[in-house]
């Protein structure tokens, strides 16, 4: 039912943890499970996302999710980290089962709440960055992926 990439994933998560005194902290729950993401960005002068960590209270499809779109961020730009969708870090995981692609918005909120935390931070704006919602669980996607 799962690919092996979500398993590995799952099994050996990577880039578990927090940073302390992170440029970007972005906190997001699915009331519906009661699962939560929380990723911490370390970014640099040039915007570059030098590291990243995250902690995980939620089911394995949103643990290995979180894991791979970690990956993917890691030395983007904050621009780049924008494009990483919750179907981008799918399709890295050779897909999920149509009753678990809700976990993998948690991810994706999660970066996106991360990287408006640095811009109220720096005081500076991402073009088509919108402010987060901290519960996704009013929010389903299509299954068609
Ligand atoms: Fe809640 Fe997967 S069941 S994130």
Known sequence: M???KVMDHFTNPRN????????GVGTVGNAKCGDIMRIYFDIDENQVIRDVKFKTFGCGAAVATSSMATELVKGKTIYEAL?????????ALDGLPPIKVHCSLLAEEAIHAALWDYCEKQHITIEGLKKPKSDIGEE??????
């Open 2 to 4: 799962y690919s092996e």
């Open 16 to 23: 578990v943890g927090e940073i302390e005194n992170a440029s």
């Open 83 to 91: 494009e990483v969708t919750n179907k981008a870090v799918m399709e």
């Open 140 to 145: 389903e996607p299509s299954e068609e992926y």
